[in-house]
């Protein structure tokens, strides 16, 4: 046979093997989430993701047994006298809302309402989720995470998908004993350092991989790499946007200004609590008997402090101010700091001016509070609503 037939013969099976693994690949269907696998039960859609629908916060589910469905008992709202307690506003603003019930899981387990979904929040981070149909213990899963565990700076944890009780619960704090289906690796792409740096994204990813080879379980991302860092830059600049300071002060129309004693007088006639740092705080009572500080009042001058043990002290002004990324229902509670500003001013025979100095029209309360609903529904938008854990954990 003459060299050219012979290299002509090779080359054609080169060219069929090559065509045969080609046809091959192209036949293997991408791997897809069993039916009886989805995390809200059966789907009609195999191609979607549950994990990576749009979460709405944690949720409790409602348990059936024997085929009856049993709804969790559900505590009573604290009811708060206001009239033995000053230190809590009776302002309508601060009524807890009423716990969203919406979606319901049927599972064959007992109802618990102490129990919460602990699992990722594609909002502020990017997940590696890790699927498998056999079931994994917890030191089984944090095994593997351990030996392959980098160091992060930015929050990361590792979830599992408790088959006993359907919810998905942080497994540094779960007991040894319990099993999991799936396991969810995170990182937050930005807080208030700044944004995930590129190197930290991979180093993540690159550990993502390794704990997915390790457990021999396939792997998908909430994002692709690229993307994530560009979601990371994206919640940076809306932090830096949104991360903003209400502010409204009163100046003393008289020359000898305000007297420590009568603002300490009409502070705690409206409600207002004197506590950290010396000043006064609008505070919220919570069920579990939390106080949260929705805005606060401070002399307007440095160090800022409202001192009880010296009467003799005044000042020019007094300044209201408010976070508003850290209140749930920030519009209301600007009303209503704007409101308890009048009345002091009133009271104290002051003025409200603005952070130049200029007096505060109502036109101007109007379009601060229109600017306060936008940014309240800019950061609905988001899925990281104004007060939420979310929140807290991005600015």
């Known amino acids: 046979m003459e060299l050219r037939t012979a290299l002509f013969i090779i080359g054609m099976i080169v060219i069929a093997f090559i065509a045969f693994i080609s046809f091959h690949r192209s036949q293997q269907k991408p791997y897809k989430l069993p039916r009886n696998l989805h995390r809200y039960g059966r789907s009609d859609n195999d191609e979607v993701d549950p994990l990576f629908e749009p979460r709405k916060g944690p949720q409790t589910p409602r348990a059936t047994v024997a085929k009856e469905e049993i709804t969790p008992q559900v505590e009573e709202p604290v009811k708060v006298d206001y009239r033995k307690d000053p230190e809590v506003s009776p302002a309508p603003l601060i009524r807890e809302e009423e716990p969203d019930n919406a979606s319901t899981l049927q599972l064959d387990l007992q109802p618990s309402a102490k129990q919460e979904d602990k699992g990722p929040q594609k909002a502020l981070e990017y997940v590696a989720l890790i699927r498998g149909a056999e079931t994994i213990t917890r030191d089984q899963a944090l095994g593997v995470y351990r030996q392959h565990e980098y160091t992060m700076e930015k929050r990361n944890g590792i979830f599992g ?235």
């Open 161 to 395: 998908f408790n088959i006993a009780n359907g919810l998905w619960c942080d497994l540094e704090t779960e007991d040894m004993s319990s099993e999991y289906r799936d396991i969810c690796l995170t990182i937050q792409l930005a807080d208030a350092n700044g944004p995930v740096s590129e190197s930290e994204l991979h180093r993540f990813s690159q550990m993502s991989l390794e704990v997915a080879e390790e457990l021999d379980r396939p792997v998908v991302f909430s994002m692709d790499f690229d993307e994530a860092l560009a979601t990371a830059q994206d919640l940076d600049r809306f932090r830096k946007e949104l991360d903003v300071i209400l502010v409204v002060s009163i100046v003393a129309r008289s020359e000898r200004g305000l007297t420590i004693t009568a603002i300490h007088r009409e502070a705690e006639k409206l409600g207002l609590a004197y506590g950290k740092d010396n000043i006064y705080h609008r505070i919220r009572k919570t069920a579990e008997n939390q106080a949260d500080v929705l805005f606060s009042m401070a002399n307007m001058f440095k160090p800022g402090e409202l001192p009880k043990d010296d009467n003799t002290i005044h000042t020019s002004g007094l300044t209201l101010f408010m976070r508003l990324t850290a209140v749930s229902k920030p519009v209301e509670v600007y009303t209503d700091m704007v409101k308890t500003a009048k009345s002091l001013a009133s009271r104290l025979n002051g003025i409200l001016v603005d952070q130049e100095n200029r007096p505060i029209s109502e036109t101007m309360i109007i379009s601060q509070t229109k600017s306060v609903m936008k940014m309240a529904s800019q950061m609905d938008a988001k899925e990281i609503p104004a007060g939420s854990e979310l929140a807290h954990r991005l600015f």
